[in-house]
């Protein structure tokens, strides 16, 4: 049973993956907090669906409604954690906290190159060698209940390109500006790309703060899921306090 006063964890997953990447994170953490997981537009459940920013947002504020206690805390991952801060730049009144877990990169200017190569790349490759390289991948790296629920959801490969290409060019440091909330960046040690704008985006905000997990990679919540809970944990419980 969540504790009283406690706020709702929703969390977003990243590009390709699904609800199902947060399964360690909902076991951790459901006792204490009311938690629940969304698929984006195009992932998962929604696999259908056309992909959008503001659709991801929608899905997201319907989550935090549904949980029933007002502002919730929004952990977003990568792409989840781009969607998470349009949610807060379209919905502040609904956003208690904010984590966000390898998304504090500028998606702007020459960083952006690589990525729309990927974009245009994965259209052309069989969804099927994806999945079993993905597959293949995940379980060399990680214990099979981390992912064993991502893996059953499958990829949203098909969606990457739309994703991506509206992420691209949309977000940089200035971006936390928008953010009327206390924001934890929580980033792999060793997530070189993804965290490094991280200084800048913390500097850009009047409440945030940089965590890492020591030798975690852009999957910090696959790599460590222990440490990664639990920083979930400390920040919403930090979160509790201050109201």
Do not use: K
């Not at 190569?117 to 069989?126: I, K, M, N, S």
């Not at 965290?195 to 800048?200: D, K, N, V, Y």
């Not at 030798?215 to 440490?227: C, E, G, S, V």
């Amino acid at each position: 049973m969540a504790t009283a006063g406690a706020p709702s964890i929703v969390f977003v997953h990243g590009t390709r993956f699904s609800a199902g990447q947060w399964s360690s994170q909902l076991d951790a953490l459901q006792d204490e907090f009311r938690v629940a997981a969304v698929d984006l537009p195009g992932h998962g459940a929604r696999s259908a669906q056309p992909w959008s920013l503001a659709a991801a947002t929608e899905i997201i504020a319907a989550e935090v409604d549904a949980l029933g206690r007002g502002p919730a805390l929004v952990v977003g991952h990568s792409l989840g954690g781009y969607a998470s801060l349009e949610f807060a730049r379209r919905c502040p009144e609904r956003l208690r906290g904010l984590v966000l877990a390898g998304a504090s990169a500028s998606t702007r200017g020459p960083w952006a190159t690589p990525y729309r190569w990927l974009a245009g790349l994965v259209p052309r490759l069989p969804a099927d060698r994806l999945s079993r390289w993905n597959d293949r991948l995940l379980r060399r790296l990680h214990p099979p209940e981390v992912v064993e629920a991502t893996i059953r959801s499958g990829y949203a490969f098909h969606s990457l390109p739309d994703a991506w290409g509206e992420v691209l060019g949309r977000f940089d440091a200035a971006s936390m500006r928008h953010v009327a909330a206390p924001v934890l960046i929580l980033n792999g040690e060793n997530d070189t790309v993804f965290r490094s704008g991280e200084r800048a985006f913390a500097r850009a905000h009047p409440d945030a703060r940089v965590e890492l997990i020591p030798r975690a990679r852009h999957l910090a919540n696959f790599d460590d899921p222990d440490a990664f809970s639990a920083a979930v944990r400390h920040f919403a419980r930090e979160l509790s306090v201050r109201d």
